[in-house]
């Protein structure tokens, strides 16, 4: 069977959409991995609020099942007047839902760095993914008991009555360039400002910026803050083509997120960018062929080949490799 350029062109747009999503997880969890040798298996649960607080803040949903519906409240979904960007008319509130979710999120991690990571630093490694696993199904189990069990479907774009034919293609375009804009922004911070710095000194060997007499502790609560924001960010693109339900957190945002780690290598942000788009690419093919069923063996796969080719990752250190 023949494929069109419309089929060509919607996999290549659905990929770098999907590809987004997984290099801001990617990012997120990389530098907290590099920077901090913390393994944090709650960045999912990060994923999971910035999707609710989107959803909340863009939209009017009638939640059930939660303590909030028991007490007969709705989500947010303050009124506004619709905006209009390159024929896509929305309700503005997707704009304070952007907002809302860097607020929420960079508390939330540095709240999380404070008094979950912080004393678990120098603790083994499996005492680090039992205290964060536990975080992430409190989480879970939080939003089943506030919100309810119900999935919500995917909120964006948030358009008022006057829907066209495209407008949804033409929307997935303006987030995945917010999503590239975010990622620019990222790497810039990483690679070209003083904080940028320590974190990456701090990749290769925390105990020597320490001994420097560089406040990296200080810097643990931002690089924490920072990834928390990245993979809330993630939740609410997320959100806005996926069901939305208390599940996300494990079976939309944590396994991708490690996945493009192994494939572009721990502390690497360019790793994450590279691993994640490529992954969000092989995942939108196998999505939209006739091999569906077989997209996420094909993702597992290509992550087994890559370590076969280069243990450490794509852009991984020797020192990750051994």
Same mark, same amino acid.
């Given at each position: ?6 089929? $060509? ?38 994923? &999971? =609020? ?23 409240? /709705? ?26 979710? !860097? ?22 490694? %499996? ?21 309810? @069990?119900? %999935? ?11 829907? $066209? ?16 804009? !975010? ?20 990749? =290769?060997?925390?105990?020597? !910026? ?25 939740? &609410?693109?997320?959100?806005?083509? /996926?069901?939305? *339900?208390?599940? =996300? ?52 796969? *290509? ?7 280069? @243990?450490?990752? &794509?852009?991984?250190?020797?020192? $990750?490799?051994?």
């Amino acid at each position: 069977m023949s494929v069109t350029a419309l089929q $060509v062109t919607s996999i290549i747009v659905n990929g770098l959409q999907q590809g987004a999503i997984f290099a801001l997880l990617g990012i997120g969890l990389t530098i907290v991995l590099g920077t901090m040798k913390f393994l944090n298996l709650a960045h999912g649960a990060l994923y &999971l =609020i910035g999707a609710y607080v989107g959803m909340f803040f863009a939209v009017n949903r009638r939640l059930s099942g939660g303590t909030l519906s028991d007490m007969g409240f /709705q989500a947010i979904g303050l009124s506004a007047t619709p905006v209009t960007i390159g024929g896509v008319r929305f309700n503005a509130n997707i704009l304070l839902a952007m907002v809302a979710v !860097v607020v929420v999120a960079f508390v939330v991690g540095a709240l999380m760095e404070r008094f979950i990571a912080r004393p678990f630093y120098d603790r083994p490694e %499996t005492a680090q993914l039992l205290v964060t696993f536990g975080l992430a199904l409190v989480v879970e189990q939080l939003a089943r008991a506030i919100i309810g @069990p119900t %999935t919500f479907q995917a909120y964006g774009p948030v358009l008022d009555s006057a829907t $066209v034919a495209g407008q949804f293609s033409l929307w997935r375009l303006i987030i995945i360039a917010i999503a590239v804009a !975010v990622i620019a922004i990222t790497y810039f911070i990483i690679e070209y400002t003083d904080f940028g710095l320590v974190v990456q000194a701090g990749t =290769i060997d925390s105990e020597m !910026v320490r001994l420097l007499g560089i406040p990296i502790t200080r810097s643990y609560t931002l690089v924490f803050g920072l990834g928390a924001v990245l993979a809330a960010f993630a939740g &609410l693109i997320g959100g806005t083509f /996926q069901t939305v *339900s208390p599940t =996300i957190g494990t079976t939309q945002a944590l396994i991708p997120a490690f996945l493009v780690i192994v494939v572009g290598g721990a502390g690497s942000v360019v790793g994450a960018i590279v691993g994640g788009m490529a992954l969000g690419m092989v995942f939108a093919v196998m999505q939209q062929s006739f091999l569906t069923q077989w997209a996420n063996i094909v993702l597992f796969g *290509s992550v087994a080949v890559v370590l076969l080719v280069r @243990p450490g990752g &794509l852009f991984g250190s020797v020192e $990750v490799a051994e």
